[in-house]
């Protein structure tokens, strides 16, 4: 479930403008007031749901900096009160409380709330099976990091890695084992093969409007990107793991959690901008949540079900 497919599909549902409708009554034409279309639902379609303690189990693909790969870990530790504690954090607007709106959806469904649990992190710097993948080879990749049934694996290739799919019609997907009970998440380095696509805003868009690109909040435009395309296939893996999750459309290209909120970080967004956010005096970057050690991160907006709105920490 890419993230480029589903994005198509909102934006295709924003778009779509109702016009007033001519009533004939007695031989009198009267304007009727403007249909408003009903709000958004993200269907629960009975599922299972990635619930209750989740292990992480991480594969480097590729060559990766320690502090890369810090930027990551840390942003899954941030995303429980517990983690936070554990790193120090209490500042707001925090990890968080970004991921309790996932809450929501288990809550709804009346299901355990998502604890997600830093595993095992694996390192093949050597790219052990090329450096061109297909999506079965990422999957194969996914189910060999973790071999037992349950958990969530998250292949993260470097930027020297092509991924079939990868610029052309997705950032990074999502996919599961129904009989393991398992479910991965694969997500790309873009800083050198289309940054203007998956690493907006931190990159000038290569279509659209041509806003001036926003300051990476722990200074590296691909890991950054990197994160926020995590964040938003996290919240999709989660809620719609096995494609009869939480989602609405068609289950081939589902909008899920986040994706259907596409290009909202902040109050205001619209394409092109990513809407009101914090700012780091000494750096100058932009974010919207902050994690252990200090670290800030920019999270995509989630679905609201209570709401039927995509709502944001800022």
Known sequence: MGIFQSTKTAYLLVLIVHLSILNLSFGARKLTSLY???????????????EGNLSVFILWYGKFTPAQKTIVADFLLSLTPQGEQRGFSSRTPSVSQWWKTIETYMKKAGKKETQIVLSNQISDENYSIGRTLKKSQVSALAHKTNSKPGGLTLVLTANDVAVEGFCMSNCGFHGSDAKKNSAFIWVGNSVTQCPGQCAW?????????????????????????????????????????????????????????????????????YPGYAG???????????????????????????????????????
């Open 201 to 269: 805003p931190f990159h000038q868009p290569i279509y659209g409007p041509q806003t001036a690109p926003l300051g990476a909040p722990n200074g590296d435009v691909g890991l950054d990107g990197m994160v926020v395309n995590i964040a938003s296939l996290l919240a999709g893996a989660v809620t719609n793991p096995f494609g009869n999750g939480y989602f609405q459309g068609s289950v081939d290209a589902p909008l899920e959690a986040a994706s259907a909120c596409p290009g909202v970080y902040g109050k205001g967004a």
């Open 276 to 314: 009101e956010l914090l700012v780091d005096s000494s750096t100058g970057s932009s974010y919207n949540a902050q994690g252990v050690n200090g670290r800030k991160y920019l999270l995509p907006a989630i679905f609201d079900p209570s709401s039927s709105s995509c709502t944001t920490i800022v």
């Open 36 to 50: 408003q279309p009903p709000p958004m639902v993200l269907t629960y379609h009975n599922g299972a749901l990635l």
